[in-house]
């Protein structure tokens, strides 16, 4: 099922996301609809509460004919090295600023089949990787761009979020 997609404005994009305990029918159907959604706005990456859900899920799908299940992921290296790109997010539509972020990274997660899964990761994984997890601790990109690029957008994300608690009610 496609869910719509939380905008900027949204609290539910500024809780903080709890923890799966265990895989069952509903975090699989969760997982399932979150793909769907993800692919159905033209994304790469999704976070649960991109749809409302405030759990530590995210799928990614680089294209490279892995879409990956993301649940409880823990980071345990951060590269000291980093790298500036462009980056946009389904829920700040219209808005693509560069953010500085680790260029490697090596991260923990568990799969949809609930085994654990170690993977390092550079390059757009690495940023995808890292803008997805963010999600879960209620952090979006624009609070990382700089600060000049910040003012440029500031009216934009205004306006945004006007218009997603105005749809809220
Ligand atoms: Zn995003």
Redesign the pocket.
């Given at each position: 099922m496609i869910h719509k997609i939380r905008k900027y404005g949204d609290p539910v994009l500024r809780k903080e996301c709890d923890r799966v305990e265990k895989i069952d029918d509903e975090i699989l159907e969760l997982l399932d609809d979150m793909v769907e959604t993800m692919h159905d706005a033209n994304g790469i990456?999704?976070?649960a509460p991109?749809i409302g859900v405030n759990k530590k899920i995210f799928v990614l799908d680089l294209g490279d004919g892995h879409i990956r299940k993301v649940i409880n992921p823990e980071f345990l290296e951060f590269s000291d090295e980093t790298e500036e790109n462009e980056?946009?997010?389904?829920?700040?539509p219209g808005i693509y600023k560069k953010v500085k972020r680790s260029s490697k990274v090596k991260i923990k997660y568990m799969n949809e089949k609930w085994e654990e899964v170690t993977e390092e990761a550079e390059g757009l994984l690495s940023r995808a990787l890292q803008?997805?997890n963010?999600?879960l601790d209620a952090v979006?990109?624009v609070d990382k761009i700089a600060p000049v690029a910040k003012r440029i957008v500031s009216s934009k994300l205004q306006k945004l979020k006007k218009e997603t608690l105005k749809e809220l009610g």
């Open positions: 990456g999704l976070a991109q980056e946009g997010c389904l829920s700040v803008h997805e963010d999600h979006l990109f």
